[in-house]
């Protein structure tokens, strides 16, 4: 990953960070001015009501399910997992590419980040937002899942440690509050920069607050730097581990498909891959659409294509040794799970996990793939699209024909499962859209320490 990400360095020989032409005053007003100054679109109001008629769609699909109990669901014998789970370790693994971005791009020195990361690390936060959702309703009894954390109490009943599902509350708990905490100290000088700006006293005294009393002193960059180098320090792990602790929800069960040691470094590619491709297909649309072409470049578009494109392969690696294993391991339950995939009745679905996946994406080798937009975009649809049929068959298929022949089913989501995901899509794009209108999508000041390097590069 170090090679590649030097040779993602040297990108910058073909196409710059920032495009030649810009000064200090130039990329503070181009950024800021989307928030202060643009005006409101009808295609941004319509995208936000389109977006909120899903948010409700959830409201309602979870109140069913808080009167009815989870049986509104497709969940069955054996199959007791079911969406629920499929859409958690999805979204989880969307929310990666924000800190990797963010936290390790920076640790490397990777100046191409500048433009992309607070978007990114606003992606992570609403998509560990609609994760946190599933397992919390997925309980059965949501009203009482502060039995999960150990908090003190006169019963003196403590959390099972031993269980999964304590792992992941606190795996996810703790990445979204060092996310959120870096991703706010990273705003600070921009908020400042917005507070400055701003000409209405209500919008003036509002980021005022949350700026924090920022002036730009060099004692304030100087624990800024501080602090958020400790913070980018904190979360490096944290991508490593925490989709680590969500693969020990299968690695530790003795079902074929599940109990394999390649999980937690697959689950990490994996969720890299897909966070990559979301990261792709929000910052299309959000250069062309607000112009900030200048600042997101067709190298940004490129390296992360490259990083796309690495992650596939090494995710394309742990199919072909769980393939292998399967085979080379004589255990016959093994076995008949990779003949299942293979023949079954979700067979359809695992091939087009394959074709989404691998084949697809090895259209990313051909440099024109990695610079047309909406080439890259169609890609990165695809590759989310396969993604989510990974874990629908690593969760549904190593459930529904168990150890027994007496044990076996099928599952079939029901409409409140399918309302459920749509409705966690519409709120991640709901929450996207009122981000992109109330703080900047791109950091203003780490942009401008590029300038001295675009203007070397134009002469």
């Not at 295609?43 to 069913?64: E, K, Q, S, T």
């Not at 669901?73 to 989880?92: H, K, L, R, Y």
């Not at 609609?130 to 109490?153: D, K, S």
């Not at 109990?259 to 979301?278: C, K, Q």
Request: glycine residues 8%; hydrophobic residues 50%.
């Amino acid at each position: 990953m170090t090679q590649l990400l030097e040779e993602v360095e040297t990108g910058r020989k073909r196409a710059p960070v920032i495009e030649p032409g810009h000064s200090f005053s130039t990329v503070t007003a181009k950024i800021s001015d989307v928030v202060l100054k643009r005006p409101l679109s009808i295609g941004w109001l319509a995208g936000v009501m389109f977006c909120f008629g899903f948010v409700n769609l959830l409201l309602l699909a979870v109140g069913y399910l808080f009167i009815k109990g989870t049986g509104i669901w497709g969940i069955t014998i054996p199959i007791g997992w079911g969406f629920a789970i499929v859409n958690f370790v999805w979204w989880i693994g969307i929310g990666h590419a924000g800190t990797l971005i963010s936290a390790i791009l920076m640790l490397l020195r990777q100046t191409w980040r500048n433009s992309i990361n607070r978007f990114a690390e606003a992606m992570t936060l609403f998509a560990v937002a609609c994760a946190g959702l599933f397992p919390l309703i997925h309980t059965g009894r949501p009203w009482v899942a502060y039995w999960m954390f150990p908090y003190p109490n006169t019963m003196g009943v403590w959390p099972q440690f031993r269980s999964p599902l304590i792992w992941d509350v606190f795996a996810v708990s703790t990445y979204a509050t060092t996310s959120l905490l870096f991703w706010f100290v990273g705003l600070i000088p921009d908020l400042a920069t917005l507070r400055d700006r701003a000409t209405n006293i209500w919008v003036k005294r509002a980021y005022g607050a949350l700026a924090m009393g920022w002036r730009g002193s060099a004692r304030h960059w100087s624990r800024y730097e501080t602090a958020y180098l400790l913070l980018a320090g904190l979360a490096t792990p944290l991508v490593l581990s925490v989709h680590t602790v969500v693969s020990f929800d299968f690695a530790v069960g003795i079902v074929p498909g599940w109990h394999t040691t390649i999980f937690p470094p697959y689950f990490v590619a994996g969720a890299i891959y897909s966070g990559f491709a979301m990261v792709l297909m929000l910052a299309i649309p959000i250069r062309s659409i607000y112009g900030l072409k200048d600042f997101i470049t067709e190298r940004h578009l490129e390296n992360s294509a490259k990083v796309m494109l690495a992650t596939g392969l090494i995710v394309g690696y742990g199919y072909a040794m769980e393939a292998f294993m399967g085979w080379y391991g004589g255990n016959r339950y093994d076995a008949f799970l990779l003949w299942n995939r293979l023949h079954g009745p979700y067979a359809t679905w695992y091939y087009s996990l394959l074709i989404c996946n691998i084949f697809i994406p090895q259209v990313l080798w051909i440099r024109k793939f990695r610079t047309q937009p909406v080439l890259l975009f169609l890609v990165s649809t695809v590759v989310l699209v396969g993604m989510w049929l990974e874990r629908f068959i690593i969760v549904v298929v190593s459930l529904h024909r168990d150890f027994l022949n007496s044990s076996w089913g099928m599952y079939y989501p029901t409409k409140w499962d399918w309302f459920t995901y749509t409705g966690t899509l519409g709120l991640f794009l709901f929450c996207m859209f009122f981000f992109m209108r109330i703080l900047p999508s791109i950091s203003i000041f780490e942009m401008r320490t590029l300038l001295p390097e675009s203007k070397v590069k134009a002469e």
